[in-house]
Nanobody
């Protein structure tokens, strides 16, 4: 089970840190963050491998977003800096045993509920 939190309202240029707490054998799962805009499909944001040694980012977040994990706390984080209104979406965390943190949503087995990010201009 995955529980995401940390969303909220932030001004353009601001920062937010999303958290996703997992239950169960968290350390055996690769983790990912996805986001969904109204009327659109979920899109990949970032992923991190079981050990944390491999990370992947969508081009939209490179240089601004950082994914990390604390296996001792069963938590994965998404630090988002320099937010702009185009980042406003519902953000979801997901877990998979496959690969090293794939970019395709259909490769993830478990999903948390979303946390909404709103960015004011």
């Amino acid at each position: 089970q995955l529980q995401a939190s940390g969303g909220g309202l932030v001004q353009a240029g601001g920062s937010l840190r999303l958290s996703c707490v997992a239950s169960g054998t968290y350390s055996t799962y690769n983790m990912g963050w996805f986001r969904q805009f109204p009327g659109k499909e979920r899109e990949f944001v970032a992923s991190i491998s079981k050990s944390g040694g491999t990370t992947n980012y969508a081009d939209s977040g490179k240089g601004r977003f950082t994914i990390s994990r604390d296996n001792g706390k069963n938590t994965v984080y998404l630090q988002m800096n320099s937010l702009n209104p185009e980042d406003a979406a519902v953000y979801y965390c997901a877990a998979t045993r496959w690969g090293l943190g794939p970019k395709r949503g259909d490769e993830y087995e478990n999903w948390g509920q979303g946390t909404e990010v709103t960015v004011s201009s």
